[in-house]
């Protein structure tokens, strides 16, 4: 399916919280080889149930001056898990050989501190992350987000999220993801200004 | 860990609404041969990691006249989805090999009907659910639950749900699962009268 495909509206399986603040706990971004299948600590069905049950691909677009439209896309893998569970995200920070955790302690409506497991740079995410789910591919309706989200990185590797009509394409994806509110860049007056999708 | 060990309390992992109100849908209790790996819709790692996620093991008691105490305890394996990923619970159904399906359609907070595989048959636990997560184990803090679950259904085949000291200590280990409310029958009179756990 194309980007433009996406801009046909597919809902998302579920609302989900990724963007809560966290605190980078440890963790650098290349923790081991995850190439080496021996090294991994986890099954890759295992990873692929749960990332089924527990995964996040989001497309957040943040205000940031120091990008070229004011506005940067970042791209996300996450998995949150309660304190108790947090072993299993070192597991999946070892299995993907990528990402960072962090602890948000502000428990809000849980009752123990939440970890999270995320991959945001780049060649993370195309050379490991979308490589490992396009060769053991997820059950449920998490499919169809990851399959936008790989729009979105094909995109972001083409230079589009630096034009206006490429980023306001990428927002219109981003919006059909994990029941997501309508972004602040959708709401703002860059967006107003954009054609709603890329024509050609 | 003894059932008494667990009286000790052991807080579970997670808040997970399990007992809302659905409706059958169909489905029998027993749908192919759960021994057939052959059959299997899915890989037993995949089960492990999406139940490690979305699974949901707990021992609700319910007010029965029928039953010699007027409590009834209903130990139940759930696992829950969005109607667009509601196809994993049929291969949930056909890897376990029993169980029911059914839909949620009042929504409350989602967006999506929501449904719903559950597995209530003592039997079809003991001999099916069971044993699968014991040779394959959970790799999150659910397997705690797992680990209570499994001494209930163990006291249960004792008859120990039918004395008044086994129902009290049934409903205090309940009490640890799921970040649970404090149950009706402990908070009945039936409960006040009863001593808090097994001495011996």
Redesign the interface.
Known sequence: MTAVGYMLGT?S???YRCHTPFVWCGGGENVTGADNQQERP?????????????GCFSVPIFRNDRCALGWQVQPEFAVV??A??A??LT?LQQFFGCGRLSINTRRDN???DMHRYSVRRLEDLTTRVVPFFEVHPL????S?EFSTFCDVLAMMRLGLHRTGAGLAQIAAMAETMN?RKRSRYLESSEAIRQPPHLDG
């Open positions: 809902p399986i579920r609302h986890v099954a890759s069905e295992w990873v692929v149930g749960f990332v089924d049950g527990e898990q309660g108790r569970s072993q299993v597991d849980h009752r123990e059950h449920t309706a998490k169809v029941f």
